[in-house]
């Protein structure tokens, strides 16, 4: 069924038992009928039409979502994302306007898309939200959970001190720079390069704020640093920084003197900084480990080429120079 044409599927249904009288079940009415009770007093009633997987979305998350606003009788959506480029991301306690909605999404699941009927006193109140909401007005969402990331933890993590964060367990700042970073990524994949950048950042601070008691733990905070940096040198690139790109590259490199991604990304910074000859020394020993690896390889050419025409350029300037003297 088309999520759109809903109502007016409801509608067709209900005119094919035979013509509609006052006495007829209106569209929502036929809707309840299928639809299972929240919270027990039929304030939010619920249809799950996509089954999720995994746990219910916890509280203080931050949730990737499309959804859909309808009113009763009304075929287009008095509020959508479905139009958007990406998915909205939205976290509860703070993005959510309606406590209808943001109690519903409490009962889904990764992936599930379900349909909410709120009453008005789990919606938009008696007085409505003129022109688009009428006064109590019932309204119908539809929610597609495309994944979330449980943000009150790094929330909740954030909020301690410094000395508090460091007798935390090591497990949990793990775990919440490893959400920082899944943040950042999001941010990234939509374009959104100074967030992503600001994501990554807070984690790497987080991480080299900690006050390491053994190796092991060491190591895994090297570990834990390790993408952080090569995140950070690609955002930098996207943001057209390459010294900055650099930075991150090297400090990748330190950690990991022989991996492939720090020494391309490396390689592209001196690419964007004309710096020919550490481009290709870069790009030369991650092709040593990567020999057939097209983005590598694609990349070196194109260092070897501007290489040439730097020194070719170079030689002409050198060779009117002299001509000039003589």
């Known amino acids: 069924m088309s999520r759109n044409g809903l109502i007016s599927s409801i509608r067709r249904m209900m005119e094919s038992d035979g013509p509609l009288t006052s006495s007829s079940p209106s569209p929502f009415d036929l809707l309840r009928h299928q639809m299972s ?6 304030g939010i009633l619920k249809e799950v039409v996509q089954p999720g997987e995994g746990p219910p979305v916890p509280q203080n ?9 309808f ?7 008095f509020e959508t994302t479905t ?11 703070r993005d959510m306007t309606l406590a209808g909605l943001e109690l519903g999404l409490l009962t889904m699941k990764k992936g599930e898309f379900c349909r909410f009927l709120l009453q008005p006193q789990y919606a938009y ?29 790094v929330d909740e993590f954030i ?31 939509q374009s959104r390069y100074y967030n992503a950048k600001d994501r990554y950042k807070q984690a790497m601070t987080l991480l080299r704020n900690r006050e390491t008691q053994s190796d092991s733990e060491k190591e895994k905070i090297k570990s834990a640093l390790l993408p952080l940096y090569l995140n950070l040198s690609l955002t930098e690139l996207r943001l057209e920084s390459p010294n900055k790109a650099l ?6 490199l330190e950690i990991d003197s022989a991996n492939t991604k720090a020494l391309f990304r490396c390689g592209q910074a001196y690419l964007e900084l004309q710096d020919y000859e550490n481009a290709q020394s870069c790009l030369i020993a991650a092709q040593a480990k990567k020999p057939f690896d097209s983005d590598i390889n694609t990349l070196l050419r194109k260092v070897v080429i501007s290489y040439k025409e730097s020194l070719d350029h170079q030689k002409d300037l050198y060779s009117k120079m002299f001509k000039s003297l003589k």
């Open 159 to 189: 909020a301690m001190s410094p000395e508090e964060q460091n007798v935390a367990p090591l497990s949990t700042l793990l775990e919440v720079v490893d959400t920082l970073r899944s943040f950042g990524n999001r941010c990234f994949k």
């Open 125 to 153: 109140g008696d007085m409505g939200c003129p022109p688009l909401i009428p006064a109590a007005a019932v309204v119908l969402y539809e929610v597609h959970i495309l994944d979330y990331l449980d943000s009150g933890q």
């Open 83 to 93: 139009n958007f480029r990406y998915p909205v991301m939205m976290k509860l306690g």
């Open 247 to 252: 930075k991150y590259g090297n400090k990748a």
């Open 71 to 77: 009113l009763e009788y009304s075929d287009q959506p």
């Open 37 to 42: 009770d929240v919270l027990g007093d039929g």
């Open 61 to 69: 998350a931050s949730v990737l979502i499309h959804y859909s606003g």
